[in-house]
């Protein structure tokens, strides 16, 4: 389970509660439906941590704990909500766009992710991750594949090595 950097109140806030009811109220009860914006804000919990997990020491506190979620991390968080609400239930919608460019692009929620992240910029009063214990991520690219048991001109499988592209994707591997 994650933290819950924001709240139902604060996503309220900076969407309009009519807007929230309107997005949430798929059965039209005439008000959000049950889990779903304790789901979102999970999931934007989710994202947060595994973002910032290299950098700073995550979960932050929760918006209710004392001391409380950073403000920028809640901040995020009230976009991303917001994002997730509009992606799920109005994903054409003019808001919807403007949100998601404003979540996912570099300029925004995703690019400044990135900049804490890297420690380019910073979030006042957060623990930075001790080396030992930090969340890792690593990636890697391939100049060429490479692989066991290769297939012959007839199909068989060899115990050759084969490293061309071509081989590999001709023969469907």
């Known amino acids: 389970m994650s933290t819950a950097y924001t709240t139902d109140t604060r996503v309220r806030l900076f969407l309009g509660t009519d807007r929230v009811t309107a997005l949430g109220d798929r059965d039209e009860s005439g008000a959000i439906d049950t889990g ?32 409380a979620t950073p403000g920028q991390v809640a901040d995020l968080a009230d976009l991303g909500v917001g994002m997730l609400l509009y992606k799920w239930l109005a994903p054409s919608s003019p808001d919807a766009k403007t949100l998601r460019e404003d979540f996912e692009g570099e300029d925004g929620a995703h690019g400044l992710l990135g900049r804490y992240r890297t420690g380019d910029e910073i979030i006042p009063g957060a623990a930075e991750a001790a080396a030992e214990t930090a969340q890792r991520s690593a990636s890697y690219e391939s100049i060429g594949t490479s692989i066991a048991g290769a297939l012959d001109a007839s199909g068989s499988r060899t115990g ?11 023969d469907g591997i």
């Not at 989710?46 to 004392?66: E, H, K, W």
């Open 160 to 170: 050759a090595w084969s490293q061309t592209d071509s081989t590999d994707q001709a």
């Open 36 to 67: 779903l914006m304790d789901d979102a804000i999970a999931r934007i919990g989710n994202r947060i941590d595994g973002a910032l997990g290299t950098r700073y020491t995550v979960p932050f506190a929760a918006t209710t704990a004392s001391p």
